[in-house]
């Protein structure tokens, strides 16, 4: 007896932490025909036209496209290549760094403890990573030895800073600041993409140490925050943030084509990044981080700010979620009262101007970027990543959009723009 209630108990406590059942049920997404949820077959061989082109051309190797619409996949196609030393041709089902894209996710995770009353969002992140205590803002630097003094920033760090990028950190190597590069390198800190043995949690200790850019919410700042948010997931969770995301994120959502670091059996899926040399297409060489972290090495640190690699569908899977208010297949993720506080204007105007607004994830779109033209409805939201990815989710539509390309250096790529753009002019309802 004894036994069957410690067992109770535990499959109670584990029950606590469990993605809910929904009273709503929303279907995976599934192919449809374009006329079936009120788009145009004959405008979406325009973005046909204009990807082709862009290979032919020259301005990208290789992408995957993928438009949805009430939760009908009415475009999934790829062009060009997919490595260009191989000279593999582009697939659907082709996995791709999407570096920034990783953010979105890890804001994700934050909510969903969030909901579970952990924390509130304007907890200091001391509370749970004490070395970020009685953080210090940058005063002096002097370049010929890299040293600085600082003064004491007038708040403490919140969870909210750093999900808004008003936390006053850095990013390291790819800093706007040279100063805080070169503070950054000299400290040890690892920004992204590394096949070394390093630890998330090793990495937001040093961190905490470091001077920041300005007091906490003073300005927009794009920053490591999300990094330092990966790791809190895991003090907060008691599990590897690699763990929670597939257990409580990827697994639930059927995104079995999204990790930190690729099984065997998806490493010959993954895009090779490519830069023009002489004119043509090659594969990109490793500079400060290694090209082939996702398949080799420690597989070891798990960024929550740029680490993941993922498939188009996948991440519109993801983004379905959002569409769908926070629920999909019938497990509720997130609240949609949740999903409206993270869709919220939280940094006022320090972020887009008149066009766009920062939330708790994503850049919003307001009622200024939709007279702009070409950039979805009200509160569409978007992002994009290093490696020349990009979505949007226009809620007012229904409807979903991701391009996927893998390029580094100077390219003429003006994909991004037009996908957005023809997207939207192939409504027909």
Request: hydrophobic residues 40%.
């Amino acid at each position: 007896m004894k036994t069957l209630s410690t067992f109770l108990f535990v499959a109670a406590a584990l029950s606590l932490h469990a993605q809910t059942p929904s009273s709503k049920k929303s279907p995976s997404l599934s192919p449809a025909s374009p006329s079936s949820v009120g788009i145009s077959a004959e405008r979406l061989t325009r973005i046909d036209a204009m990807l082709e082109k862009s290979v032919t051309d020259g301005d990208i190797p290789g992408a995957v496209a993928l438009i949805a619409r009430n939760g009908k996949i009415v475009y999934h196609k790829a062009f060009g290549t997919a490595d260009a030393a191989a000279g593999r041709k582009q697939q659907t089902d082709d996995i791709f760094r999407i570096a920034s894209q990783t953010k979105a996710i890890t804001a994700t995770a934050v909510m969903m403890l969030w909901e579970e009353g952990k924390f509130q969002l304007d907890d200091p992140i001391s509370n749970y990573i004490p070395e970020f205590k009685n953080p210090q803002v940058l005063q002096s630097f002097r370049y010929t030895d890299t040293s600085y003094t600082t003064r004491p920033a007038d708040k403490e760090i919140t969870i909210r800073h750093l999900l808004t990028h008003t936390s006053g950190l850095g990013y390291g190597v790819i800093d706007g600041d040279e100063r805080m590069k070169m503070i950054y390198e000299k400290a040890g800190t690892t920004d992204l993409f590394t096949t070394d043995d390093v630890r998330i949690g090793d990495i937001v200790k040093k961190l905490a140490k470091l001077p920041l850019h300005h007091n906490p919410g003073e300005k927009f700042t794009y920053s490591m925050g999300l990094d330092v948010l990966g790791y809190f997931v895991e003090v907060v969770s008691g599990m590897p943030f690699d763990r929670f995301l597939r257990e409580r994120l990827f697994d639930p959502l059927g995104m079995d084509d999204t990790w930190f670091y690729l099984p065997e059996s998806k490493a010959d899926r993954l895009v090779a990044i490519q830069q023009k040399e002489n004119g043509k297409w090659a594969n990109y060489p490793s500079t400060f981080y290694d090209v082939d972290y996702p398949i080799k090495g420690a597989k070891a640190f798990f960024s929550g700010g740029a680490g993941l690699s993922s498939t188009a569908k996948d991440y519109a899977t993801f983004l379905q979620l959002y569409l769908n208010g926070g629920e999909l297949n019938g497990v509720r993720i997130l609240s949609r009262t949740t999903i409206a506080t993270m869709m919220a204007n939280q940094t006022g105007d320090l972020f887009g101007g008149t066009e766009q607004h920062y939330g708790l994830a994503f850049g919003v779109l307001t009622a200024g970027g939709v007279a702009k033209g070409g950039l979805g409805g009200e509160g569409t939201f978007v992002w994009g990543g290093y490696f020349n990815t990009q979505y949007f989710a226009d809620p007012e539509e229904g409807i979903v959009g991701i391009i996927m390309k893998q390029t580094q250096g100077p390219v003429n790529d003006q994909t991004a723009w037009k996908f957005k753009q023809l997207v939207g002019a192939s409504v027909d309802d």
